[in-house]
Structures are given as C-alpha cells and as structure tokens.
C-alpha cells in the first residue's frame, strides 16, 4: 500500500515556474513507477510525465517536453515535477500515482496509487 501526498501547486502568470512535489508513504518507494497526470475541467486525466524506478529513463508529453523536468528522491521518498515557462493551457489539477509495472505507462488505467491533486492556476 502506497499513500501519495502532491504540494505545491497555486497561481502564476505564464511564463512562471512551479514545484510539484509528491510525498510517498512506505518502504518501498523505490520500487514503483511513478507518474505525474493532470486534470482540466470537462477534459480527461492525461499523462504529463513519468519516471522508472531509479530514475534512470524519464518520459514527457510532448506538450511539455523541454519544460517539464520530473525527478524523484528514493531516500526521501518523494517526486517532484519541475515546470517552467507555464502557459495557461497548463492550468489543471495535477495528480501523481504510482504502480509496480514494466516500465512508464501512458494509460492512467495501469497505476495503482493515486494522490488526491494539487492545483495549477496559469493566468495569461
């Protein structure tokens, strides 16, 4: 069992920068894929980003690839997703999860473990 705490979310102008962190309960952090979804009103929950176990492969949406930086911490049992030049398509509810699977999957279906979001406001 995995319980998954997201902070750092707010308001920004486009153009800013945001720290998502996600906090993970348990002793085995280390050996689950983690994700980084979002939500906008009336849409579907997308994959923004996702990393492998040790870190070694990270794996971006193209909307947000040289923007978007995801990491993790094994010793402190947290992820985080470094976003920067934000633009108001960007505003969401941003989820993390977490699952024990062959690699980052795409598809929300495939993880187990989810946060209850942290929210993103860009304003133009």
């Known amino acids: 069992q995995v319980q998954l705490v997201e902070s750092g979310g707010g308001a920004v102008q486009a153009g800013g920068s945001l720290r998502l962190s996600c906090a993970a309960s348990?002793?085995?952090?280390?050996?689950?894929?983690m994700g980084w979804f979002r939500q906008a009103p009336g849409k579907e929950r997308e994959f923004v980003a996702g990393?492998?176990?040790?870190?070694?492969?990270?794996y971006y949406t193209d909307s947000v690839k040289g923007r978007f930086t995801i990491s993790r911490d094994n010793i402190q049992n947290t992820v985080y997703l470094q976003m920067n030049n934000l633009t108001p398509e960007d505003s969401a509810v941003y989820y993390c999860a977490a699952a024990r699977m062959s690699g980052v999957s795409h598809d929300k279906n495939r993880y187990d473990y989810w946060g209850r979001g942290t929210q993103v406001t860009v304003s133009s």
């Open positions: 348990g002793r085995t952090f280390s050996s689950y894929i």
């Open positions: 990393i492998t176990e040790v870190g070694g492969g990270t």
